[in-house]
């Protein structure tokens, strides 16, 4: 694979990183430095290109479709792939959150998280759920799909906690669980995420 550990990457870049790397993005290090990896379907190709514009001067060859077969109902669908070129800022990182070449989430991962690396962590691995109780009111869900360790889910919910306030919770859903919180705290969380939010991705902050 070709090597672009010399190149250094603007802040923007490693905020982006550092977020998608706890969401869609997969790092692989398959010889001395890491490359990032990412896989979206049909209705997420947007998202796909505007992360392979983001890292251009390490994935100069872009977006590439493939078509993926699924055994469950024998049918065939489009995908969209990209691979980064080595970097040395890639290693790093792979270095945090693969400490044994498996993905572990621990305090010094997340003391790397500035807003707009949450905002792209949101973006590929939250969501929104409103549903209207029997008195009539709205009750709201906010939740991210972390589906990991209960140690990693503590990790995660005491950061939050410390850093901004906010009190996630664990959520047992299909059998694991994720984080949540409700529609007292999901304004705060949104407060954070809502600047960077591609608008394709605006249904995931609107309470009303």
């Not at 990209?82 to 970097?87: D, E, F, K």
């Not at 008195?135 to 991210?144: P, Q």
């Not at 299909?174 to 809502?194: D, S, T």
Request: net charge positive; aromatic share 14%; charged share 25%.
């Amino acid at each position: 694979m070709p090597n672009t550990k010399g190149i250094d990457l603007s802040k923007e870049v490693k905020d982006f990183i550092i977020g998608s790397a706890l969401g869609d993005g997969h790092l692989n290090k398959r010889c001395k430095h890491a490359c990032l990896m990412f896989t979206h379907g049909e209705p997420q190709k947007f998202y796909i290109e505007h992360k392979a514009q983001i890292l251009q001067n390490i994935c100069p060859l872009g977006v590439r479709k493939k078509t993926i077969f699924d055994k469950r109902n024998s049918k065939y669908y489009p995908s969209y792939t990209m691979r980064t070129y080595t970097n040395k800022y890639l290693t790093e990182l792979y270095s945090i959150l693969y400490p044994q070449g498996k993905k572990v989430i621990t305090k010094k991962y997340l003391d790397l998280l500035t807003p707009r690396a949450i905002a792209y962590w949101y973006m590929d691995d939250g969501g929104l759920g409103k549903f209207r109780k029997p008195t009539g009111s709205v009750a709201i869900d906010l939740y991210l799909n972390t589906y990991m360790t209960d140690q990693e889910h503590d990790c995660i919910i005491s950061y939050f906690k410390e850093k901004y306030d906010i009190t996630f919770r664990k959520n047992k859903n299909h059998g694991m669980y994720r984080l949540r919180i409700g529609k007292k705290q999901a304004p705060k969380f949104i407060e954070i995420v809502k600047p960077y939010l591609l608008p394709e991705f605006e249904y995931k902050i609107n309470l009303l």
